[in-house]
């Protein structure tokens, strides 16, 4: 089991930056694939960016790809999310999760089993 624990999220204007980090606890932060969906006022859950246990391969959503740059630092239970050339439309609660499911359909919230609370980033235009 694995806890999931998110900061680093705030009101910025558009255009600026920030960096999400998901702190996990547990010996075996290495053995799940992660992954970074947000919640926007009004919408569904949405899939936001995935990483491999290993950090060797990732995957983005079409509407952040080249925006946004999921990492993991394994030796510290750390996963990021740098969020750069923000857009109000980014404006979401953001939430980091954990699998062991590593053939399901990643973009999809039920392949993860374990969640954070979320960390609230507004975009201001």
């Known amino acids: 089991q694995v806890q999931l624990v998110e900061s680093g999220g705030g009101l910025v204007q558009a255009g600026g930056s920030l960096r999400l980090s998901c702190a996990a606890s547990?010996?075996?932060?290495?053995?799940?694939?992660m992954g970074w969906f947000r919640r926007a006022p009004g919408k569904e859950r949405e899939f936001v960016a995935r990483?491999?246990?290993?950090?060797?391969?990732?995957y983005y959503a079409r509407s952040v790809e080249g925006r946004f740059t999921i990492s993991r630092d394994n030796a510290k239970n750390l996963v990021f999310l740098q969020i750069d050339s923000l857009k109000p439309e980014d404006t979401a609660v953001y939430y980091c999760?954990?699998?062991?499911?590593?053939?399901?359909?990643?973009?999809?919230?039920?392949?993860?089993?374990?969640w954070g609370q979320g960390t609230q980033v507004t975009v201001s235009s």
């Open positions: 999760a954990a699998t062991t499911r590593f053939r399901s359909d990643y973009r999809v919230s039920s392949t993860y089993d374990y």
């Open positions: 547990g010996r075996t932060f290495s053995s799940y694939a």
């Open positions: 990483i491999s246990r290993s950090g060797s391969a990732t």
